[in-house]
């Protein structure tokens, strides 16, 4: 029998002063994916220093890259990318 898979809610140890640690699933991941695009906005929106802030952005986005990555099958990859282009070229 495969084991559980691992649960969509928050983990905790019962540390009370830990904040709970989300699991590597999907769902997850698309949770940290959605609040690091808030962090991406409000960085790039209210910059004490620029330079920093891109640094910022660069950084946090390789990481989500490589976080939800692991969720995405290679076949989706551009199909997905040519949709957001064609977004991003819209705006």
Do not use: K, W
């Not at 590597?24 to 698309?30: F, I, L, V, Y």
Request: aromatic share 2%; hydrophobic share 50%.
């Amino acid at each position: 029998m495969p084991p559980a898979p691992p649960p969509d809610t928050p983990v905790s140890d019962a540390t009370a002063n830990e904040n709970p640690v989300l699991p590597h699933t999907a769902t997850a991941g698309a949770a940290r994916a959605h609040a690091s695009f808030q962090v991406v906005i409000d960085l790039a929106t209210d910059p004490e220093d620029p330079a920093a802030a891109l640094a910022q952005i660069i950084a946090l986005m390789q990481a989500m890259l490589a976080d939800v990555g692991r969720f995405v099958p290679a076949a989706m990859q551009q199909t997905a990318t040519d949709q957001v282009q064609a977004v991003a070229d819209s705006l």
